[in-house]
């Protein structure tokens, strides 16, 4: 009888972006594959077949903590477990970790993995206090220290997100792994020179405040009264929660007066990386391993990113791009105006990123570690 394995997301889009290959690689080694989402739509649901994995519908909340609904969703959640027979359980991200896990010991899975890709909001330090933020936080910490010991082995992005979680708050586990990136089908991401002109950057995610967003903006309007050729590109979806009056204002009319041009969330990301010069993530959030400047790198785009957790584990700073302070707009502006005025070196460190990628960001040989994680004991 084949193993059964279910994967526990949030949305069908992180599955159908973050774990396609993963799930591919399973289904080629004779594994049935169960895909949990959310938010599923006839759509999706016919992607997640086309990789030939079972999508399955089931219900959390994405945001916030009521613990009577949530518990009653992980119940709901392990019936549905039981009843497909699943043999190990593999969540990712913060809720489907703690959930999912409870949900696959309820059931009584023999094997449950949970992956943190980053320690997120709750953990991402701001200037001002946060009464909301510090508690969620505690209650977050207290959920982890519920059930992380009971999974056969958390999966941690980076070093500072094991250290700040386990050691910090002293949760003990009974086995922990390091992962690093979550890598990419090289395939879909071939090397390309860059575009002699216009010089371009481009910034890719979420349009929150901790991502660094605004600092983007900051220095678009700043190099723009120096060099007002230059394009500043923006993917991604404005988020409606988490996101302050003030920044939609600022972004609406940076966008209305030309200094950033937006086409919102597009899926060929590839396509508008090749048209760019320099990749730009001035992000203060607790990233796992960004995704985004994998993929830069991997169509040989240098980085500019932060030097916090995630972020300054997927550069080296002086050779595939360069990594500022966080919160240092100047030190921003200074980077990119750098790149403009030595434009030979996007070439350069585009090659040196695209040698890292081949390296350490190919999906196939991560994928590999990771099933072997997943299946060890």
């Known amino acids: 009888m084949k193993t059964k394995v279910a994967i526990i997301g949030t949305t069908a889009q992180t599955l159908l972006v973050f774990r396609a290959d993963l799930i591919k690689q399973l289904i080629k080694e004779g594994i049935t594959v169960f895909a949990f989402a959310m938010d599923f739509d006839e759509l999706s649901m016919e992607r997640i077949r086309k990789l030939g994995a079972t999508p399955v519908a089931y219900s959390l909340s994405r945001y916030g903590l009521n613990p009577a609904a949530d518990l009653i969703h992980a119940w709901q959640l392990s019936r549905k477990l039981r009843d497909f027979q699943i043999d190990i359980v593999f969540s990712y991200f913060s809720k489907p970790v703690i959930f999912g896990g409870l949900a696959a010991r309820l059931a009584g899975v023999k094997r449950c993995v949970g992956m943190l890709e980053g320690l997120g909001y709750t953990f991402t330090p701001t200037q001002q206090f946060s009464f909301k933020r510090w508690f969620a936080r505690h209650v977050q910490v207290l959920l982890y220290r519920c059930i992380l010991p009971r999974l056969d082995k958390v999966i941690f992005l980076n070093k500072d997100d094991q250290h700040d ?213």
């Not at 396509?271 to 990233?287: A, K, N, Q």
């Not at 105006?337 to 890292?356: D, H, K, P, Q, T």
Request: net charge negative.
């Open 165 to 377: 979680l386990l050691e910090r708050h002293c949760i003990k586990v009974k086995d922990a792994l390091v992962l690093g990136a979550i890598g990419l089908d090289l395939n879909d991401y071939g090397y390309s020179p860059a575009p002699q002109s216009p010089f371009r950057f481009i910034f890719i995610g979420r349009l929150l405040e901790e991502k660094g967003i605004l600092f983007y903006l900051n220095a678009a309007e700043a190099i723009k009264k120096i060099h007002p050729d230059v394009v500043f590109t923006v993917l991604g979806q404005m988020e409606k929660k988490g996101n302050s009056k003030k920044l939609t204002e600022r972004f609406l009319k940076c966008q209305s007066e030309g200094v950033i041009e937006f086409p919102g969330q597009v899926d060929n990301v590839a396509e508008w990386l090749t048209l760019s010069s320099v990749f730009v993530l001035p992000s203060y959030y607790r990233e796992g391993f960004p995704r985004s400047t994998q993929e830069a790198m991997a169509v040989g785009r240098p980085v500019i990113t932060t030097n916090v957790p995630g972020c300054r584990d997927s550069v080296i700073d002086g050779s595939t791009g360069f990594i500022v302070e966080p919160n240092d707009v100047q030190a921003l502006i200074d980077k990119m105006l750098w790149f403009i005025e030595n434009s030979e070196a996007v070439e350069s460190m585009g090659r040196a990123g695209r040698e890292f990628a081949v390296l350490y960001y190919d999906a196939e040989k991560i994928n590999t570690r990771l099933i072997q994680a997943i299946f060890d004991n």
